[in-house]
């Protein structure tokens, strides 16, 4: 005789929404990590879910750096303008490096969330 088992069903399952660029994934791991640090605790229970965690995008960065392909000063811009909650405007002589960072960096980054599915 065979034992019966429970097994919770999904009344409703809640689409996934892949992000549309790698600086969409990365503002949204920003916003993340700022919640985070506020001391909230992330979990589902929205309109739509994510095809990742935050740090999916963490794990990417970093091992982009550790091999050498991302460096610690696109990590800087990244972090900078990541916290600003814009991109580095390339037409402002101050920012213009920046923007040619951000831009190598989101570059490199979009390459291994495309693999991963995490960006359309």
């Known amino acids: ?3 019966l088992r429970y097994v919770p069903r999904v009344i ?3 689409p996934v929404n892949a992000f549309q ?3 969409e994934a990365w503002f ?4 993340c990590q700022q919640v985070r640090c506020e001391g909230a ?3 589902g229970g929205g309109a739509f879910a994510r095809p990742c965690d935050p740090d999916d995008i963490y ?12 460096g610690g000063t696109h990590l800087t811009v990244l972090g ?3 916290l600003i909650g814009r991109p580095p405007d390339a037409r402002c ?4 490096t920046a923007a040619r960072l951000w831009a190598e960096a989101l570059d490199r980054l979009s390459t291994i969330l495309r693999a991963k599915g995490i960006v359309a």
């Open 93 to 96: 002589a101050d920012e213009a």
């Open 59 to 70: 794990r990417a960065i970093i091992g982009l750096h550790q091999r050498g392909i991302v």
């Open 21 to 23: 660029s790698a600086e």
């Open 1 to 3: 005789m065979s034992t």
């Open 28 to 31: 949204w791991f920003v916003r």
């Open 41 to 43: 605790q992330l979990g």
């Open 12 to 14: 409703a399952e809640v």
């Open 80 to 82: 900078t303008f990541g």
